[in-house]
């Protein structure tokens, strides 16, 4: 089974709707991370936390949401969906300290029409 | 604000040898690392340089140069698997800037 698991893998929604993506994980590790990737761009981070209880912006963050329901569990809300947030999206971990290695889960592809 | 810069393409033969560079302007440096991402798939860890030096694992080495706010990865005895696109990202205050990627085309 996949340390890192996104659902759903594939999404298709209409400008204004809300919506949740969900990341899994069963590495143990403290620290989750969401991030885009825009084709012919690198990643860009959205949110990430530390623990449950911190969460904080990243680059990136306007017009997204996330919840942190349990250390294994990582959400992005996107509260009214805009054709421009149409990407990829990636939930990744890693352990807490500087060692930086990050586990990246197989993406979400989102497309707001 | 953060910027990292590297080639947009690269292109090797099996076999050879292909450096991949990377320069970065950033505040509160603590590392660079490497990513590697096949086409349709998630990004995949190779290497974290925090200090200046080498580091090597397998085929693939990563150097950092603090002082010239610069990196590179290498790699050697080039595979057709290797065909894929690299990112060097920057570890800053906790948060990673990734650059916006290299796709290196691996040819027979």
């Known amino acids: 089974d996949a340390d890192v698991t996104q659902t759903p893998r594939n999404r298709i929604t209409k400008t204004g709707k809300r919506i949740m993506l969900e990341c899994s994980q069963t590495k143990g590790h403290d620290r989750m991370y969401w991030y885009r990737q825009d084709p012919g761009l690198g990643l860009r981070l959205i949110y990430y936390s530390f623990d449950v209880k911190d969460i904080n912006k990243g680059e990136i963050s306007d017009g997204y949401s996330v919840s942190r329901q349990a250390q294994a569990k990582f959400s992005l809300s996107l509260e009214s969906a805009i054709p421009n947030q149409t990407a990829l999206y990636f939930c990744?971990?890693?352990?807490?300290?500087?060692?930086?290695?990050?586990?990246f889960g197989p993406g979400t592809r989102l497309t707001v029409t | 604000g953060q910027s990292l810069e590297q080639p947009s393409e690269v292109t090797a033969v099996e076999g050879a040898i292909v450096q991949i560079n990377c320069t970065y302007q950033t505040s509160g440096f603590y590392g660079l690392s490497w990513y590697q991402q096949h086409d349709g798939g998630a990004p995949t860890f190779l290497s974290y340089?925090?200090?200046?030096g080498l580091e090597e694992t397998g085929r693939f080495s990563s150097f950092l140069s603090r002082s010239d706010s610069y990196g590179y990865l290498l790699l050697q005895e080039l595979q057709m698997k290797d065909s894929a696109s690299y990112f060097c990202?920057?570890?800053?205050?906790?948060?990673?800037?990734f650059g916006s990627g290299t796709k290196l085309n691996v040819k027979p």
């Open positions: 990744a971990t890693s352990k807490t300290g500087l060692s930086s290695e990050q586990y």
């Open positions: 990202a920057v570890e800053s205050f906790n948060k990673f800037y």
């Open positions: 340089n925090a200090l200046d």
